[in-house]
């Protein structure tokens, strides 16, 4: 009996969290000019220092519902290195992780000159991430087996993300390796995999005019190695400077390539992972503020609201002279 209830939390964690088991979860707060959240190799990239705060809550009318907050940092440290920390901690019902990170890049500029933007990055974290299982609640469901013990589980685990950007002008291309280490956390035994690593890319390229308007279309790419699950996002943004700062808008729409199978009362049909994300922010001296908001596409749903997310950022240490391009995540 023991054995089975640990086999139906499992299932039921990984059905949920198909592209977000380990780490940080990746949604669209890259987005939100936060692109080191993602990848290592864009620590210190930018002309300045940046602090990122988010919270993410997911489905408001359903109890112990999905959040996330993420608190990061980055800057430029001499002329060729980066460093930065993340700070994350995500719960989703019984279950939620702690975590740090730490890193470290290193830049290369093919440029003659401060202006001209052409940069070749590495960059490595290095993470301690701390998995809960609260069985203590579980005596609240109406099925509780004593069996369980009526304990909190922690596992921890280290692991390392590895990755590389370019910048060329307007045009930007990242990747990275998330959880590149073999490892397994023993939170729920034989059920769990030691392979938990991710693959990430993503590249963008910015048109239009400073005057006017600026356009970023942009795709990520992301695939999870042991599961072989994939999902594509492909993203507009539009950025628009005014008098008192910059306002820009956007908007993802995130396909999963993978589905499930779930039957209606005229058959089965198979239903795959997708949303839309409308996102707006505004930019104003040194400050950033953005608001996205997630909405699920498909028959099968887990409530009727959608996942919102508040971003608050914070620039400085900014160098005196931009480069001579349209790129908003460098400039």
């Not at 988010?54 to 999905?66: G, L, S």
């Amino acid at each position: 009996m023991y054995t089975r209830i640990k086999l139906v939390i499992v299932l039921l964690f990984i059905s949920l969290n198909a592209f977000s088991q380990e780490g940080i979860p990746v949604y669209s707060d890259y987005l939100s000019d936060n692109y080191y959240l993602i990848f290592p190799s864009m620590a210190g990239a930018a002309n300045c220092s940046k602090v990122r705060l988010t919270a993410r809550k997911q489905w408001f009318d359903q109890e112990n519902a999905p959040a996330l907050q993420t608190l990061s940092y980055n800057g430029k440290v001499g002329e060729r290195s980066g460093v930065g920390a993340i700070l994350f901690n995500d719960v989703n019902g019984y279950h939620s992780q702690f975590g740090f990170k730490a890193t470290y890049a290193h830049h290369i500029m093919f440029s003659r000159d401060e202006v001209d933007l052409n940069q070749l990055s590495f960059g490595v974290n290095v993470g301690v991430n701390q998995s809960q299982l609260d069985e203590t609640e579980f005596q609240n469901s109406g099925d509780y087996d004593p069996v369980l013990g009526n304990i909190v589980q922690h596992a921890s685990y280290f692991n390392l993300d590895i990755g590389a950007s370019y910048n060329f002008l307007d045009f930007s291309l990242n990747g990275v390796i998330k959880n590149v280490l073999e490892t397994r956390q023993a939170l729920y035994t034989e059920y769990e995999s030691d392979n938990l690593r991710k693959f990430i890319v993503s590249g963008g390229y910015v048109f239009g005019n400073a005057d006017k308007v600026l356009w970023e279309p942009s795709l990520l790419f992301q695939y999870v190695d042991k599961t072989k699950e994939s999902a594509m996002d492909i993203n507009l943004k539009a950025y628009k400077n005014l008098d008192m700062g910059q306002l820009w808008a956007g908007v993802s729409y995130r396909k999963s390539f993978d589905g499930i199978e779930v039957t209606n009362g005229g058959g089965t049909n198979s239903q795959k992972l997708n949303y839309v994300n409308p996102i707006l922010g505004f930019n104003y001296k040194n400050f950033m503020f953005a608001y996205s908001y997630t909405h699920l596409l498909g028959e099968i749903q887990y409530g009727n609201s959608g996942f919102h997310q508040i971003t608050l950022g914070f620039n400085f240490l900014c160098k005196p002279v931009k480069y001579d391009c349209n790129c908003p995540a460098i400039n």
